[in-house]
């Protein structure tokens, strides 16, 4: 297990990051790469970069590896020998718990739910490979996920387990934490390219992505405003979450910093749910492959890339405004059978 290592001479507000445990899943340092023409065929006159998260960590990588780092040290330090974590059938968070989890050493359990069509193929493959122990239920419902997954733990305390219970998507204060750390690597990389980026778009769907770049824009004091793409839910109610989720991982941080109200920035792009895709979320897939070779995923980051005209068109962001644009990953999903059907 590492500690996080900060540079010498890093301002106090940031050294809370060196005092928590973490674990060296390889989430670290992702490329930051120029992509002109998807700039351009998107509407965009000034640049375009993509944050490549997607190649963060182990097994087809994303986002989750950075929360998972935090997370699973601080299991590994309350002595714990089995995870349970719950999501859609087709989790990213889901397949990279399974995945890191068993690098640990750590037995895992994952509640999952959804449509039955789902249920093979995709991230599936890559979660039995793992060896994770699959616990499906009726349906995609948070609130009936998390009532399985705590009644799962129950059961196997009274088998004398000891069970490490991991919110859906990770999105805790102390998952957030890896999105801080991340919000800080992208200034150093932004700051060595000579770059001033006005804007970073990021898909957000359990809020922890989200939360941990505001917080780790609160505590530099500086860097691109974070435009939250909502790609579940819609209808607002992801803001209380993400602000609360910001606040609270900024409190593990210490150093003062906070968030104000006016940079929870979120827009709708859920389409017709959480997991569906839409005409403008196929298009922006289609769009990203042709234009750079970059392939997206059907649930997250093809949703957020398909906001990005309709920003411009509302000129929330400027035609020749500088934008990065975080790939969260999730690339297994794009081989599940439901999915090869609709975007096909």
Known sequence: MAVHDLPHGAPTRLQGLARLAKVDFGGDGTPLQAKPALGAA??????????RDDRAGPGMGGNKTRKLQYVIADALERGADCLITSGAVQSNHADLTAVCGAIAGLEVHLVLGGD?????????????????????????????????????????????????VIPVGASVPLGAVGYAEAYLELLGQLDAAGVAADWLVTASGSGGTQAGLLAGRALADRGPRVIG????????????????LAADCLGLLGGGATVPPEDVLLVDGSGPGYGQVFDASREALHLALHAEGLLLDPVYTS??????????????????????????????????????????
């Open 116 to 164: 039955p069509r789902e249920m093979r193929g995709g991230n599936l493959v890559v979660d039995r490979l793992a060896a994770a122990h699959l616990h499906f239920v009726a349906r995609d419902d948070w609130d009936l996920l998390v009532a399985e997954s705590e009644r799962l733990a129950g059961e196997l305390r009274g088998e004398g387990r000891r069970p490490y």
């Open 42 to 51: 998107l509407g965009l006159s000034g640049a375009l970069y993509v944050k």
């Open 229 to 244: 793409v909502d790609v579940a839910k819609g209808g607002g109610e992801l803001r209380d979450t993400v602000t609360s």
């Open 303 to 344: 949703k957020a890339l398909a906001a990005l005209p309709d920003l411009l068109a509302d000129r929330r962001v400027g035609a020749n405004d500088t934008v990065v644009f975080l790939h969260t990953g999730g690339l297994a999903a794009l081989f599940a059978p439901v999915y090869e059907e609709a975007l096909s």
